[in-house]
């Protein structure tokens, strides 16, 4: 970060400057990564895969084809290892995926494994008879970093970013004419200069799907349905085309005869293709031959098809369906249709032929599975059933990794890369460098308070967001932009809310490691909370932001507490550990043991709980490119106990919000919601963004123009304006002193004649910011006057300056 201060001169009028410069050069932004495209629950047909965390796969279901493994014989309705005739598991495995009767793994090394059904060579090798239960390694493939399976054949992507299929191609999926009835060799698709880096990809029943890195989608293969997005139908296209009009698209799945994108800030779902079972979710059953976007379904973390019905999971770890059995028994549904039974889903997987099945893994690894057996049977809705025999999925590492406070960011890179720079709106823009760790990866790790921060990296110089961090945003020019939250953590333990006692653990603070390298496996606290205080051992439920947490009612009284934990430093045998977030300790003075303490007073207050919220402004609210506006959220009761607000936006590229001030970046309309986080009462505000075009003129004609334009201003610069005499502060208003953005919108400013009483300081309201990268205008009109000689100003005054990253 360069600092300079330039010199004030002799004028009449002068503007103070403080400029910090910062140099942007963008690139294309990744939409995405191989890192957040692996599978870890998938379902085929008629048969269920899971990977676990050991590395180890487990499945159930039917097994005509030897979709179990190899040593079992027959159906199973319980979960199995996968073993080989050998009788060892397949191991490392980091990503599963089943086909129609077929499953294929992927290994640390990049080696793909198949087994089940061959009739069309979909395992990638040649067997005696149309199937094998033993599963074996693909031959002749370069390293695999993504895998996908259909009905019958199998597609794999490179770490050079080339997609390789093989197995049936009656309509051309895997890249070749139809003369070629199918391929045992794994075939290199060839779909021009342009069909490059990809990251993912998905196989339909009959057609292949292909996601890039500049976030385009490819398809090939059938289009009888319009299952291409072309906008055609057509059986055989052989050759892989760009999906019109589809950008920005951060996951791929594909059904049957359909396909489905989401988009890379997770608003909006788009599906195309088939739809007589309403799984295209756009309330009618027409086929699509393009894109049209699902109904009723925001803040998607994540997709995935069956043969004729889509899954998706939210951020808050509910999971919703639509399309064939989905409405709960035997009907279809048209819209999106939460399966209740399960809030804290981290994957989901979809398949199915005649029977819709969906399965699940919980935030604990758990797995869940729903079809329409297993509905409410009062309310014949879609609920989970927990899955028996089989937990510890395995959890893939999301990075930035946010532990309490401490945010870790990893860059995965090639051969080609010298240096790699963090830069964020967490530390005023200044770049960061990342530590190599080891081969083509850089990390770096930093403390960070709660809050929401627009991030990205400098590799070799050039800009781009996080590859391995699916939430991202673009701002009104254009920019792209990863998004980091850091949510609220405790800072001392245990937090006493009356008589609710809540104790929270993370091997961060007591052993100054990571989740990462401590691995705990298990976390409880141990304490005299039981009858007659008696000592008592509770389990610790682990939350998303890799934290053990537990809150439990206790009466008055005085209570002695330690945590008891088995992670990579305990080994198998747990441990005794103090709490290092709570300062007290005491040592019993038989036992010797050290234990923290902690009271529940008997004066508590009583909690008076949120009943209601509304919001100063509303139901809707117009708003111009570049303005900003505050909200107020009105809880009630007044004297509730706790009136902490959250606020949330559907749409952080149209309309932001921070602590009730929205600002407006781009055209169009967005949801703000104010939650309370007492109850969770929500009141919400239609926002419409509308542009004004044009609007500012610059340079003015007549106005003389300082140090303009000036770059990399601070989000929150006060302006100081020096006069040679003192000014009439009753002449300096809105019209005469302000700030406008590009679309002629004045920025909320306030004026303080300092104790020189010749400078007028300009600062912004209480509360709002410049946009980062956004460019304003400050005007002074020739009608400011001297406060005694009633003079005007000789010359009227305009700067152009833009605000930094």
């Known amino acids: 970060m360069l600092y300079k201060r330039k010199q004030v001169t002799s004028l009449l009028f002068t503007v103070l400057l403080l400029v910090s410069v910062f140099l942007y050069s963008p690139n294309q932004a990744n939409a995405n990564s191989p890192n957040n495209q692996k599978n870890v ?17 487990w499945s159930w279901g039917n097994n005509t084809y030897g979709q179990l ?52 060579g979909q395992l990638g090798y040649a067997t005696v008879g149309n199937k094998n239960d033993d599963p074996m390694m693909v031959a002749d493939l370069p390293p695999i970093v993504a895998i996908s399976t259909g009905d019958s054949h199998t597609l794999a992507v490179d770490e050079n970013g080339a997609v390789w299929a093989w197995g049936r191609n009656a309509f ?149 369906t639509w399309g064939r059995n989905t409405s709960g028994t035997a009907s279809a549904r048209t819209t999106p249709i939460q399966i209740s039974g399960l809030t804290n889903a981290v994957a989901i997987g979809g398949g199915g032929e005649i029977n819709s099945y969906t399965v699940a893994a919980g935030l604990d690894g758990t797995v869940w599975k729903w079809d329409k057996l297993s509905s409410d049977s009062t309310t014949k809705l879609p609920i989970f059933q927990k899955v028996s025999g089989i937990e510890d999925v395995m959890k893939l590492d999301e990075f930035p990794f946010i532990q309490g406070g401490q945010v870790l960011f990893r860059y995965v890179g090639n051969n080609n890369i010298g240096e790699v720079k963090l830069n964020g709106s967490f530390n005023d823009n200044i770049d960061l460098p990342m530590v190599q760790k080891e081969a083509n990866v850089w990390e770096l790790q930093v403390e960070l308070q709660p809050g929401e921060y627009n991030y990205g990296f400098k590799v070799n110089g050039n800009w781009t967001v996080d590859p391995l961090n699916r939430d991202k945003t673009v701002d009104n020019f254009g920019r792209p932009f990863s998004v980091l939250r850091v949510a609220p953590y405790a800072p001392v333990g245990p937090i006493i809310d009356n008589k609710e006692v809540t104790f929270t653990y993370n091997s961060y603070d ?44 206790m009466e008055p009284g005085e209570y002695y507490y330690s945590f008891i934990v088995r992670d990579s430093v305990s080994g198998v045998v747990p ?25 529940v007073a008997e004066n508590v207050l009583t909690k008076i709980p949120v009943s209601g919220i509304s919001l100063s402004k509303g139901p809707e609210l117009d708003l111009t490119v570049g303005e900003q506006e505050f909200v107020a959220a009105r809880i009630s009761p007044s004297n509730a106990t706790n009136k902490n607000v959250n606020w949330e936006t559907s749409k952080s590229s149209v309309v932001s919000v921070v602590g009730g001030v929205l600002t407006a970046h781009s055209k169009g309309t967005a949801v703000i919601t104010a939650s309370s986080v007492d109850g969770g009462k929500m009141a919400m505000l239609t926002v419409h963004v509308h542009q ?34 003192e000014p009439d502060m009753t002449t300096v208003n809105r019209d005469t002193v302000y700030v406008m953005n590009e679309s002629g919108v004045k920025v909320p400013i306030g004026y303080q004649l300092l104790a020189d009483t010749q400078t007028i300081e300009v600062r912004l309201l209480e509360g709002f910011k410049y946009e980062r990268g956004a460019t304003y205008y400050l005007f002074v009109e020739p009608t400011v006057k001297s406060r005694y000689s009633k003079a005007a100003l000789k010359d009227p005054v305009q700067m152009k300056f833009q605000i930094q990253l």
Not at 77 to 106: D, E, F
Not at 514 to 542: C, M, Q, R
């Open 41 to 57: 629950v998938d379902i085929g047909k008629d048969h269920f895969l899971i990977l676990k965390g050991d590395g180890s796969v």
């Open 69 to 120: 493994g190899a040593k079992v014989t027959g159906d199973s309705t319980t979960p199995v290892v996968i073993q080989r005739r050998n009788g060892s598991r397949l191991a490392n495995i980091v990503s599963i995926s089943a086909g129609g009767n077929h499953s294929a793994a992927l290994d640390t090394s990049g080696k793909v494994w198949t087994w089940g059904s061959n009739g069309y």
């Open 172 to 320: 051309g999926q895997l890249g070749r004419v139809t003369p070629l009835i199918s391929s045992t060799e794994p075939l290199r698709i060839n779909g021009g200069s342009d069909f490059s880096n990809i990251v993912a990809v998905t196989a339909g029943s009959e057609h292949s799907v292909a996601l890039k890195t500049d976030g385009t989608v490819f398809t090939w293969g059938r289009n009888s349905f319009g299952q291409l997005g072309n906008g055609e139908t057509g059986d055989e296209n052989v050759v892989p085309q760009k999906v019109p009009g589809l950008t920005n698209i951060i996951e791929i799945t594909a059904g049957n005869n359909h396909t489905l994108a989401l988009k890379q800030d997770r608003t909006t779902i788009w599906a195309w293709g088939s739809n007589s079972y309403g799984q295209l979710g756009d309330g009618g059953r027409e086929s699509k031959l393009q894109p049209v976007q699902v109904e009723g379904i925001q803040n998607v973390s994540g997709i995935a098809a069956g043969d004729n019905h889509t899954v998706a999971i939210k951020t808050n770890g509910t999971v919703w």
């Open 510 to 553: 007591s052993q100054r490691l990571l989740e990462l390298d401590a691995k705990t496996v298990s976390a409880s606290v141990i304490g005299n909370f039981g009858e007659n205080y008696h000592w008592i051992e509770i389990p610790l439920v682990k939350q998303k932001n890799n934290i053990w947490k537990l809150t439990r009612t």
């Open 575 to 599: 441990e005794k550990r103090n709490d290092p977030l709570n300062s007290s300790l005491q040592t019993d003075s038989l036992t010797g043991i050290s234990r923290n303490p902690f009271t």
């Open 692 to 725: 004004q075009d044009n609007a500012v003129s610059f340079p003015r004609v007549g106005y003389k123009e300082f140090f303009s334009p000036r770059q990399g201003v601070s989000p929150t610069k006060p302006w100081k304006i020096s006069f040679g005499q």
